[in-house]
């Protein structure tokens, strides 16, 4: 088991930036691809943004140019900078990590999940 916890969710207005954080305990993520992805109601998860175990960065063209997904290995957490959110970007975001995730951008290749974190972008 992985544990994962996410943080910092919440409300914003469009345009309004928020960075979420998921911690992983007793593993670390150094050693591990991490990823996260988001769902609506009634919609399939999907995938947001990844980083490899060799720090290899992936982005949903969705995302690209406004989300930023980084690593702090001492602090075994992974950060996801969100800027210039829209309303669509509203979901409940899930941290995710597997030792090496196939095909990257499924969630089911993914072993371990995080309870999610609601982000909601008001118009």
């Known amino acids: 088991q992985v544990p994962l916890v996410e943080s910092g969710g919440g409300t914003v207005q469009a345009g309004g930036s928020l960075r979420l954080s998921c911690v992983a305990s007793?593993?670390?993520?150094?050693?591990?691809?991490v990823g996260w992805f988001r769902q609506t109601p009634g919609k399939e998860r999907e995938f947001v943004a990844g980083i490899t175990r060799g720090s290899i960065l992936y982005y949903a063209d969705s995302v690209k140019g406004r989300f930023t997904i980084s690593r702090y290995n001492a602090k075994n957490t992974v950060y996801l900078q969100m800027n210039s959110l829209k309303p669509e970007d509203t979901a409940v975001y899930y941290c995710?990590?597997?030792?090496?995730?196939?095909?990257?951008?499924?969630?089911?290749?993914?072993?371990?999940w995080g309870q999610g974190t609601q982000v909601t972008v008001s118009s």
């Open positions: 007793g593993r670390t993520f150094s050693t591990r691809a």
């Open positions: 995710t990590t597997d030792a090496d995730p196939s095909p990257f951008q499924s969630d089911y290749a993914w072993d371990y």
